[in-house]
């Protein structure tokens, strides 16, 4: 049975350990100091009791109410079952009902699962930014929540 609830900086750090795509491991600190005094979302994914992916995001802008969704991942066990969309779909619900007006979002050209999902859920593509080549590419990602239009 798949939960999704709030959960903890080292939970994440646990899941993100060990998944294959994720190639660098921050501590703890280092992310608290990347969101510094905004506020953030972290859920948790558990199948059966048993961690299986996370999702952790935070305020970018109050003026334009726009909220970042920064790192996600799910484990290879537990892939292919519906919890990475599970974790996006709980992240827009949770951020919406806090005020939030825009979710965005950056994925890589190598992430090609990642990238369908998002434009398959009402995310456009606002911006592409060139790296060392193709696959490293970032792509912008943005949707509205709610009905207000930005």
């Not at 558990?46 to 299986?52: C, H, K, N, S």
Request: positive net charge; proline residues 3%; aromatic residues 10%.
């Amino acid at each position: 049975m798949l939960t999704i609830r709030q959960g903890s900086f080292e939970e994440a750090i646990a899941i993100k350990a060990n998944i294959p795509e994720m190639h660098e491991v921050e501590p703890v600190s280092q992310l608290l100091e990347r969101i510094g005094s905004s506020p953030y979302l972290l859920l948790i994914a558990e199948v059966d009791g048993e961690l299986a992916g996370f999702k952790l995001g935070y305020e970018t802008s109050k003026a334009e109410v726009c909220f970042y969704s920064w790192q996600g991942g799910v484990l290879p066990a537990y892939r292919s079952q519906g919890i990475a969309k599970e974790l996006l779909l709980a992240q827009e619900s949770r951020v919406a009902e806090l005020g939030y007006k825009k979710i965005t979002v950056k994925s890589m050209n190598r992430f090609a699962h990642m990238m369908k999902m998002l434009l398959s859920n009402g995310y456009q593509i606002s911006g592409y930014q060139q790296k060392t080549g193709p696959e490293d590419a970032k792509i912008s990602f943005f949707k509205r929540l709610g009905n207000r239009r930005l």
